[in-house]
């Protein structure tokens, strides 16, 4: 439990990065996800649609490849 008095340390851009990577891949161990809270939500939902756009133009570009 935090404590009223000490301030919650922010998440950096890496860890931002780590956790919306392997959040794609649905593997997750439960002291990072606790840990979670130190995260800015508006920060992660920007990061899970730029990480899906570039899934999508990923995917597409393998299948151009294959195809084409």
């Known amino acids: 439990m935090v404590e009223a008095n000490k301030p919650v340390p922010k998440g950096g851009f890496f ?21 979670d809270v130190k995260l800015n939500p508006l920060h992660v939902i920007a990061a899970g649609f730029i990480g899906a756009a570039l899934f999508i133009i990923v995917l597409l570009v393998v299948v151009r490849a294959v195809v084409g």
């Open 15 to 35: 860890r931002l990065l780590k956790t919306v990577f392997w959040s794609f891949f649905g593997v997750r161990r439960r002291s990072d996800f606790e840990n």
